[in-house]
């Protein structure tokens, strides 16, 4: 609110709609305020001398990774010694990543990205993948991408291509378990024309040692998977100079917490450890955990009277009836964009 608030170009109805975000949350705003307001946001970014600065460094780093490093499908095979090569260098930049993460306000040195992240991230880095830039392909015309950075995190994307007129690629993704089986196969036939290929999955980073579907799906950040999710209070509290994506927990845990501010709780000691207890529960994410304390902060809004009629006498009750059996965090979520709708 303060940035468009500021900003020289902004009109003065986008001054207006600042200043009600100011004082009250995002979801207040209507979609084309919203519109407004990012658009404002994008305007003043799009002209800060940090954003000039930032692409610099980037067109610096890319000429310099460039003129240092060859194209990696001209690098000469070596097998397992490339592959080693690779790997070194992939730990020396994500310890660099880690100890750049680390806020220097912190009290501890918790570094703000797990170190699986951090190696994933340098891995793309120095291959130079994305969208643009493929693994590689196998003999069999199938092509192998890394798509997504920290949100597509672990996980390697195979495309089928047909070469018929239909255009009609089949997709799919290796990960954990599959993806060292992948690269087992791979190896079975050791095709010199793979090597590149079978090195670059071989350094790809694990999630974890045990690479369970469960953790690897902890250690991925939401990004766009969550993006057609609905709009909750609280999202954009907290902002800090380091942004990433927020986790389903993250943003069922503010909303409530949001909604559970509007009780007077200040001076009530056990109250207010109620309050805080419902946050840090749903911030863990254990569905059945998670439900028991929606249902009891549902009760809190109730008896504070912070809940609208229709809520108490129509909505409620089929609300925590399917509650009880919520078994996903996106069934968490649904659920909090539900009550919020009622919290007065």
């Not at 809190?300 to 399917?322: C, F, H, I, Q, Y």
């Amino acid at each position: 609110a303060n940035t468009v608030w500021s900003y020289e170009q902004s009109s003065e109805q986008l001054k207006a709609t600042a200043l009600r975000l100011a004082y009250g949350d995002f979801i207040d705003l209507s979609a084309a305020e919203r519109i407004d307001v990012l658009c404002g946001l994008v305007s003043e970014i799009i002209e800060s001398p940090l954003l000039a600065n930032i692409m610099v460094k980037k067109a610096d780093d890319y000429a310099q990774f460039h003129a240092v490093r060859p194209p990696w499908k001209c690098v000469k095979p070596h097998g397992v010694d490339m592959a080693q090569g690779i790997q070194k260098e992939i730990d020396q930049r994500a310890e660099k990543v880690i100890k750049a993460s680390i806020s220097e306000d912190s009290p501890s040195p918790v570094p703000s990205i797990s170190r699986p992240m951090a190696k994933w991230t340098s891995w793309l880095s120095l291959l130079g993948l994305g969208t643009l830039a493929p693994v590689g392909d196998d003999a069999n015309g199938r092509r192998y991408w890394a798509l997504g950075e920290e949100s597509g995190a672990f996980r390697i994307f195979c495309q089928d291509v047909k070469d018929d007129a239909s255009n009609d690629d089949s997709w799919g993704w290796y990960e954990g378990e599959r993806l060292d089986q992948l690269v087992a196969w791979l190896k079975v036939c050791d095709i010199r024309a793979e090597r590149p290929l079978v090195a670059a999955l071989s350094t790809a980073p694990r999630s974890t040692s045990g690479d369970s579907t469960k953790l690897i799906e902890i250690s991925r950040q939401d990004g766009y998977r969550s993006i057609t999710s609905p709009l909750l209070r609280g999202e954009f509290n907290h902002c800090n100079t380091k942004p990433a994506a927020l986790t389903m927990d993250q943003r069922s845990s503010r909303a409530v917490e949001v909604m559970l501010g509007a009780i007077s709780f200040w001076f009530d000691e056990e109250l207010t450890k109620k309050i805080v207890g419902i946050s840090d529960v749903l911030l863990k994410g254990q569905p059945s955990v998670c439900s028991k304390v929606l249902l009891e902060a549902d009760e809190l809004l109730m008896a504070a009277g912070k809940t609208s009629e229709e809520w108490v006498d129509l909505w409620s009750p089929n609300w925590r009836r399917t509650a009880v059996s919520m078994s996903s965090t996106l069934d968490v979520l649904l659920h909090v964009s539900a009550m919020q709708r009622h919290v007065t």
